[in-house]
C-alpha cells in the first residue's frame, strides 16, 4: 500500500486589501496508489486552493502556504524552488481544469501540444514522441488519431477537447493526477463519457487522483474516498460509502440531502440555510456553528477534535466526542 501523498496540516493564505484571508487552514489527508480522492465542497471552501498549493501553483507574493508539508512520495514540496517544482509539474503531477479550450493553444496542432511535454522533460525523438502521440490519443477514445495529430483545437468538439487535455497531461505517465471540476464545462453525455474515460485510464495505469468538484454525482461515481471541506477545513473524511450511507458532520448530510441531479451539473451546491463563514476573520470555533441545526455552545468557542469513526472514517464535530459534555459544563 503505497502513499503517494500525504497532505499535513497544510495552511494557505492570501494578502488582500480588505486584509489576509485564511483559505485553507490546516488540511490534513494521504492518497495510495491507484486510489481516487474527491474533495468537495461549496465554491470558497479552499478545495482549489488546496489542489493548488499541491501543485505549487499559489500566486505570490499575495498567497503563502503558512505552515505545513507536502509530500510527494516522500519529497517535501512546499518551498521547493520553482526549477525543482518545473520538474514535477506535468511529469510526475499533472493537472487539469475546467475549461478545456483554455487549457488548448488555438495556434498549434494537437499534435505539437501533444509532444511539447514528452520533449522537454524526457528527451524522447520526434518520431518516438510523435508514435506516443497516436498511442495516448487512442487511450482517450479520439479515432484516427494519426490525421488528426495534424488538426487545431477548434476543430474538436468540447468533449475530444477534453480528452485531449487528458491525454496532454497524462503522456508523460504521472503518478498524480489533479483534477479540478474536469467535467463541469460538459454536457451530461459527454461528462459521464469523460468519468468512465478517468476508470478506464485508472485500471491500465494504477494512477492515483485527486477530483475536484462540487458535484456529487460525480463523486458518486468515480471516488473511491471523499474529504468533505468546509471553511477551509477537511470536516470529515471517509471511504465513499461511509460517507453517502453513514455521514457524521451535519454539514455533510446538509450536502447528501440536496440529491445530486446530473441535469443541474452547473449548479453550485447550496443545499442548506445560510453562508459559509468570512475567511478574513475566522470563527474560534466550529465554522458551521451558524448554519448547524445542533450547535450547542461549545461549538462556538473550541474547534472540535478529530474524532475517528473507522479506521477510513473521521470527523471534526464535538457531536461525536464525548468530551463536549464536559467542556459544556465547563463554559
Ligand atoms: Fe454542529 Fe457543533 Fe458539530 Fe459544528 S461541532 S457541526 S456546530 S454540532
Ligand atoms: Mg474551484
Not at 477534535?305 to 473507522?310: A, E, Q, R, Y
Request: aromatic share 6%.
Amino acid at each position: 500500500d503505497v502513499k503517494v501523498l500525504q497532505v499535513d496540516n497544510l495552511q494557505v493564505s492570501f494578502r488582500t486589501y480588505g486584509g489576509e484571508v485564511e483559505a485553507v487552514r490546516g488540511v490534513s489527508f494521504d492518497l495510495h496508489q491507484g486510489e481516487t480522492l474527491a474533495i468537495v465542497g461549496e465554491s470558497g471552501c479552499g478545495k482549489s486552493v488546496t489542489s493548488n498549493a499541491i501543485m505549487g501553483l499559489i500566486p505570490e507574493p499575495a498567497g503563502v502556504i503558512k505552515n505545513g508539508s507536502v509530500l510527494f512520495k516522500g519529497k517535501e514540496l512546499t518551498g521547493m524552488s520553482k526549477p525543482q517544482l518545473r520538474k514535477i509539474q506535468g511529469v510526475d503531477i499533472s493537472m487539469i481544469f475546467q475549461d478545456p479550450m483554455t487549457a488548448l493553444n488555438p495556434t498549434l496542432t494537437i499534435g505539437e501540444q501533444l509532444t511539447e511535454g514528452l520533449r522537454t522533460h524526457k528527451k524522447v525523438s520526434k518520431q518516438e514522441a510523435k508514435q506516443k502521440a497516436i498511442e495516448m490519443l487512442e487511450l482517450v477514445g479520439i479515432p484516427n488519431p494519426k490525421e488528426r495529430l495534424k488538426q487545431f483545437p477548434h476543430q474538436f468538439s468540447g468533449g475530444m477537447r477534453q480528452r485531449i487535455v487528458i491525454a496532454i497531461a497524462l503522456i508523460c505517465e504521472p503518478e498524480l493526477l489533479i483534477a479540478d471540476e474536469p467535467t463541469t464545462a460538459l454536457d451530461v453525455t459527454i461528462q459521464a463519457q469523460i468519468l468512465e474515460l478517468f476508470e478506464e485510464i485508472q485500471q491500465k495505469t494504477n494512477i492515483s487522483i485527486i477530483l475536484i468538484t462540487h458535484d456529487l454525482g460525480v463523486v458518486a461515481k468515480i471516488a473511491d474516498r471523499i474529504a468533505v471541506m468546509y471553511a477551509g477545513k477537511v470536516v470529515e473524511i471517509g471511504d465513499k460509502r461511509a460517507i453517502f450511507y453513514t455521514p457524521e458532520h451535519p454539514y455533510t448530510k446538509g450536502l447528501l440531502n440536496s440529491v445530486p441531479r446530473l441535469d443541474l451539473v452547473e449548479e453550485e451546491l447550496q443545499p442548506i440555510e445560510g453562508t459559509p463563514p468570512d475567511l478574513f476573520s475566522p470563527p474560534k470555533g466550529c465554522p458551521f456553528t451558524a448554519r448547524c441545526p445542533y450547535a450547542m455552545e461549545v461549538c462556538d468557542h473550541v474547534y472540535p477534535f478529530t474524532t475517528t469513526i473507522s479506521e477510513s472514517h473521521a470527523v471534526d464535530c464535538w457531536l461525536q466526542d464525548e468530551r463536549a459534555k464536559v467542556l459544556q459544563e465547563l463554559s
